[in-house]
C-alpha cells in the first residue's frame, strides 16, 4: 500500500521529511557461482545450475495461512519456490482476464425455453393433482 515510508531517521515515526511511498517488499536475486560445477553422486549432471539464487521478501507472514486466501500470495510463493529450484518452465495453460462472449442459438435457447417451462413443472403438476386427488378420494 502506498502507507509505507522510509525511516531513514531510524526512530520508527514518519517525519515531515519521510513522504509515504509505495515500496517493493519482495526481490529476486540470481548470482552466478564461483567454482568447478557442482557434482551429483554419480558424476556430473548437466541439468544442476550453477548459480546461487536467492527470493527475499519483506513480509514475514505473507504465506500464513490468513493471507493465503488472497490467491495472489499462494502464486508468489509456489513460484518462488519453483524458481529457486531451478524450474523455470511455466506449467499449464496461460490464460487472459478477457471476458469470453456467451454465444447462444436461437434452437438451444428455445429447447431451453419449453425445458425450464414445461418439460420440469408439468410433471410435478400432475404428481400434486394425483396425490390431491388420492386424498380427497380416501386413497381408493
Known sequence: SADCWRDVDGDLVRGKTEPREKLNLMAAVSVPATGP?????????????SEGRLVVIG????ASNGLMKTGGNALVFVDSLRWLI???QVSG???SE????????????RVWFYATTFAVPLPLL???????RRRRTGGR
Do not use: M, N
Open 37 to 49: 560445477k557442482p557434482k551429483a553422486a554419480g558424476g556430473p549432471d548437466p541439468g544442476r545450475s
Open 59 to 62: 513480509d514475514g507472514d505473507f
Open 86 to 88: 531451478g524450474d523455470d
Open 93 to 95: 495453460d496461460l490464460s
Open 98 to 109: 478477457e471476458d469470453v462472449p456467451i454465444e447462444h442459438r436461437k434452437d438451444d435457447d
Open 126 to 132: 400432475l404428481l400434486g393433482l394425483w396425490v390431491g
